[in-house]
């Protein structure tokens, strides 16, 4: 197996008790607090935040600092149950968000072992994956996750876009609009991997961002919807830069058709009197983008996420795979914090899903971190090997090419 050179805490791990939440009214202060210094941003938001994904999804930390007399709480980390598509289909996915750990207990190991417990109990819960935003990668590099997607951004300057499209009816957002959104959202987040089935509190912060309300529309035509676009409210330029016009930016665009994607682009530039540029989310070809006649538009990588393999057998079938693929491959893989997911694997795939048992010879050996990105179809596994990622022969490399192929994962969420 492939040595891995690992940062350790510069001083000795404290030790710590990981539990639940148990008392809101006496413990959400600490963990605003907690939370601001890590990120940044007004503190009474945060209670805002616990509250709409729901205190049972909290963790803490509490630990005794060197020189106290008194356990406090020092760490938090909030979990969030949803679902992120691989291959054609949803695997359960537990998220990770609002980790965050004191000033006074950084550099103690304390962050590295809220999270190996974080791990551990979401392993027993049976969730198959795991995935986080990284605010910083070799601490989560440490417990096993590893890069494997991105989040772009795409700005459209309105006085750019030559596209005109009046046959779809743009009509707002109620709840029965809202509902149908969901549907045709689903029909196209099935088929981007990475992309998240979402949950309620996900539509939450796509239709409230910020707890402001945001304008959404449905676009319909004769046979139905086809797409919506949802708008927060609009930034006025920064003082004193002099501009007129500020940014729209879209919570979320949505098009199953040309006709919506230019349905939307018309939407954004009859927004050019009073804006400079509309900007959102989503993978780096996109189909509103793409369907504009010039490059007149600028697509920047936002972050890439990371994702934790936590369930070896339970990750690997509860993916899709290419329909047509009848193929055998073995997996050797190497994980520390979860024994369970060490070992071979032999993953037999026939008519869009996987079978796996223990066992095989040959195949591919890995580390459990390295196996992220080729189960996500972020990296080839040729890529991989190349950067001493894993060990296997050309014939097991291109199997493994084609049970994970992919257009690259990306998702147009942040939580």
Same mark, same amino acid.
């Given at each position: 197996?492939?040595?891995?050179?690992?940062?350790?805490?510069?001083?000795?791990?404290?030790?710590?008790?990981?539990?639940?939440?148990?008392?809101?009214?006496?413990?959400?202060?600490?963990?605003?607090?907690?939370?601001?210094?890590?990120?940044?941003?007004?503190?009474?938001?945060?209670?805002?935040?616990?509250?709409?994904?729901?205190?049972?999804?909290?963790?803490?930390?509490?630990?005794?600092?060197?020189?106290?007399?008194?356990?406090?709480?020092?760490?938090?980390?909030?979990?969030?149950?949803?679902?992120?598509?691989?291959?054609?289909?949803?695997?359960?996915?537990?998220?990770?968000?609002?980790?965050?750990?004191?000033?006074?207990?950084?550099?103690?190991?304390?962050?590295?072992?809220?999270?190996?417990?974080?791990?551990?109990?979401?392993?027993?819960?049976?969730?198959?994956?795991?995935?986080?935003?990284?605010?910083?990668?070799?601490?989560?590099?440490?417990?096993?996750?590893?890069?494997?997607?991105?989040?772009?951004?795409?700005?459209?300057?309105?006085?750019?876009?030559?596209?005109?499209?009046?046959?779809?009816?743009?009509?707002?957002?109620?709840?029965?609009?809202?509902?149908?959104?969901?549907?045709?959202?689903?029909?196209?987040?099935?088929?981007?991997?990475?992309?998240?089935?979402?949950?309620?509190?996900?539509?939450?912060?796509?239709?409230?961002?910020?707890?402001?309300?945001?304008?959404?529309?449905?676009?319909?035509?004769?046979? /139905?919807?086809?797409?919506?676009?949802?708008?927060?409210?609009?930034?006025?330029?920064?003082?004193?830069?002099?501009?007129?016009?500020?940014?729209?930016?879209?919570?979320?665009?949505?098009?199953?058709?040309?006709?919506?994607?230019?349905?939307?682009?018309?939407?954004?530039?009859?927004?050019?009197?009073?804006?400079?540029?509309?900007?959102?989310?989503?993978?780096?070809?996109?189909?509103?983008?793409?369907?504009?006649?010039?490059?007149?538009?600028?697509?920047?990588?936002?972050?890439?996420?990371?994702?934790?393999?936590?369930?070896?057998?339970?990750?690997?079938?509860?993916?899709?795979?290419?329909?047509?693929?009848?193929?055998?491959?073995?997996?050797?893989?190497?994980?520390?914090?979860?024994?369970?997911?060490?070992?071979?694997?032999?993953?037999?795939?026939? /008519?869009?899903?996987?079978?796996?048992?223990?066992?095989?010879?040959?195949?591919?050996?890995?580390?459990?971190?390295?196996?992220?990105?080729?189960?996500?179809?972020?990296?080839?596994?040729?890529?991989?090997?190349?950067?001493?990622?894993?060990?296997?022969?050309?014939?097991?490399?291109?199997?493994?090419?084609?049970?994970?192929?992919?257009?690259?994962?990306?998702?147009?969420?942040?939580?």
């Amino acid at each position: 197996m492939m040595a891995r050179t690992m940062t350790t805490p510069a001083t000795k791990p404290i030790p710590i008790e990981y539990r639940p939440m148990r008392d809101p009214a006496q413990e959400t202060a600490r963990v605003s607090h907690i939370i601001t210094r890590a990120f940044g941003g007004p503190e009474d938001r945060v209670p805002k935040w616990l509250e709409r994904l729901g205190h049972t999804n909290v963790r803490l930390v509490e630990a005794t600092m060197p020189g106290a007399k008194q356990r406090h709480v020092h760490g938090t980390l909030l979990f969030i149950s949803m679902g992120q598509y691989f291959g054609g289909r949803s695997v359960p996915m537990i998220g990770i968000a609002g980790v965050a750990v004191s000033p006074e207990a950084r550099g103690r190991g304390v962050a590295t072992a809220m999270m190996e417990h974080a791990l551990r109990e979401i392993h027993a819960m049976g969730a198959p994956i795991s995935t986080l935003y990284p605010a910083t990668q070799p601490l989560y590099r440490r417990v096993g996750f590893e890069q494997a997607g991105s989040r772009f951004e795409h700005r459209v300057e309105t006085s750019m876009i030559r596209v005109r499209e009046r046959s779809l009816a743009s009509v707002p957002m109620g709840d029965s609009e809202r509902a149908e959104a969901r549907r045709l959202y689903a029909k196209w987040a099935v088929h981007c991997d990475g992309a998240l089935d979402r949950p309620d509190y996900i539509w939450a912060r796509v239709h409230q961002p910020m707890f402001q309300q945001a304008d959404g529309y449905l676009l319909v035509g004769a046979s /139905g919807a086809e797409g919506y676009v949802v708008q927060a409210p609009m930034t006025p330029p920064p003082p004193g830069s002099g501009a007129e016009r500020g940014d729209l930016f879209c919570t979320d665009v949505c098009a199953l058709t040309p006709a919506a994607a230019r349905a939307i682009l018309t939407h954004l530039a009859e927004h050019d009197s009073r804006i400079a540029a509309a900007t959102f989310h989503g993978p780096a070809w996109h189909p509103v983008t793409a369907i504009m006649d010039e490059q007149s538009y600028h697509v920047r990588l936002l972050d890439h996420w990371m994702v934790r393999i936590v369930d070896v057998p339970k990750a690997l079938e509860a993916r899709g795979y290419p329909p047509g693929l009848s193929l055998s491959l073995t997996l050797e893989v190497h994980d520390t914090l979860i024994p369970s997911n060490g070992g071979r694997f032999e993953i037999s795939v026939e /008519g869009g899903r996987a079978r796996v048992k223990r066992g095989g010879s040959g195949g591919i050996r890995l580390e459990i971190r390295d196996l992220a990105p080729l189960y996500a179809g972020f990296a080839t596994p040729w890529a991989l090997r190349l950067m001493g990622r894993l060990e296997g022969d050309e014939d097991s490399l291109t199997k493994a090419a084609a049970m994970f192929a992919g257009a690259g994962s990306a998702m147009s969420d942040m939580f």
